[in-house]
């Protein structure tokens, strides 16, 4: 399993389930929400995501033209996120 801390060094227990938006900021390094989706992210050491999800981030990668980084990111998303 992999470890994530917060800043406080702490690891954080517990599960999530997570909506597209943290996701994308997160994997997409957003300017303005990546380092909010980041420490949202660390917050828990079992992250869920709807299957719905995963494609809501596959459409976000077409319309903004960036389909070849969510082929680059789909392997981090797998070790970050669990589907349901």
């Not at 943290?22 to 994997?27: E, K, W």
């Not at 709807?50 to 680059?72: A, G, L, P, R």
């Amino acid at each position: 399993m992999q470890k994530n801390w917060t800043r406080s060094g702490k690891l954080q227990r517990g599960k999530a389930l997570y909506d597209s938006n943290v996701l994308i900021a997160y994997l997409f390094r957003e300017e303005h929400r990546f380092d909010v989706a980041k420490e949202v992210l660390a917050m828990h050491s079992d992250r869920y995501t709807s299957i719905i999800s995963v494609h809501e981030i596959d459409y976000y990668s077409k319309k903004m033209s960036t389909k070849n980084k969510f082929m680059e990111i789909k392997p981090k998303l797998i070790q970050l996120i669990k589907p349901l």
